[in-house]
T-cell receptor, first 115, second 111 residues
Framework: DGGITQSPKYLFRKEGQNVTLSCEQN?????MYWYRQDPGQGLRLIYY???????QKGDIAEGYSVSREKKESFPLTVTSAQKNPTAFYLC??????????????FGQGTRLTVV | SQQGEEDPQALSIQEGENATMNCSYK?????LQWYRQNSGRGLVHLIL?????REKHSGRLRVTLDTSKKSSSLLITASRAADTASYFC???????????FGTGTRLTIIP
């Protein structure tokens, strides 16, 4: 089945640790996104990528890093520099372009908790 | 910064009634989309409307777009308990295709 997969579903991080969240898609989408969602809040853009080996900072990139070595994969690392990482993280992918259907497909999310 | 702001933040209606939520945005757009999120889950795409369109329908959903007012509305007719969810608008812009979301409307349908 085509889709976008995030793993793990739940993740616990100790203070000072880096953790990496996985996001894989087999939809042949060009663009991939990482969003952070805090309880009762909207989605805030962390990073996005429109092409392999290139990515752009979103609104809240500090304390996060990404890579886009393959079209299908866009992992997010939450570094120890992120002071308040407990949140729900959502990955999405879409086609891009002026006349394209830019509908985004979302993974089921990773809930990260600092312990 | 959030591109879109949904209004109201929360809405409770009786089952069978219509639900209307609004989205305002700040800059010129290419597309505007509406998504639904059930609690603790990923978002699901509902409908996309292009900047040169004014109205679009999909089943019980009706979306309008007023680019002069930089606003959109989502109407859900004959609401059902299963419509209980958060609803978000999202926009992308010419030359800047990143998808930016609003703050969402929490809709509760009372059986």
């Amino acid at each position: 089945d085509g889709g976008i997969t995030q793993s793990p579903k739940y993740l616990f991080r100790k203070e000072g640790q880096n953790v990496t969240l996985s996001c894989e898609q087999n939809l042949n989408h060009d663009a991939m996104y990482w969003y952070r969602q805090d309880p009762g809040q909207g989605l805030r853009l962390i990073y996005y990528s429109q092409i392999v080996n290139d990515f752009q900072k979103g609104d809240i990139a500090e304390g996060y890093s990404v890579s886009r070595e393959k079209k299908e994969s866009f992992p997010l690392t939450v570094t120890s520099a992120q002071k308040n990482p407990t949140a729900f993280y959502l990955c999405a992918s879409s086609f891009i372009g002026l006349d394209m259907n830019t509908e985004a497909f979302f993974g089921q999310g990773t809930r990260l908790t600092v312990v | 910064s959030q591109q879109g702001e949904e209004d109201p933040q929360a809405l409770s209606i009786q089952e069978g009634e219509n639900a209307t939520m609004n989205c305002s945005y700040k800059t010129s757009i290419n597309n505007l989309q509406w998504y639904r999120q059930n609690s603790g889950r990923g978002l699901v795409h509902l409908i996309l409307i292009r900047s040169n369109e004014r109205e679009k329908h999909s089943g019980r959903l009706r979306v309008t777009l007023d680019t002069s007012k930089k606003s959109s509305s989502l109407l859900i007719t004959a609401s059902r308990a299963a419509d209980t969810a958060s609803y978000f608008c999202a926009t992308d812009s010419f030359g800047n295709e990143k998808l930016t979301f609003g703050t969402g409307t929490r809709l509760t349908i009372i059986p």
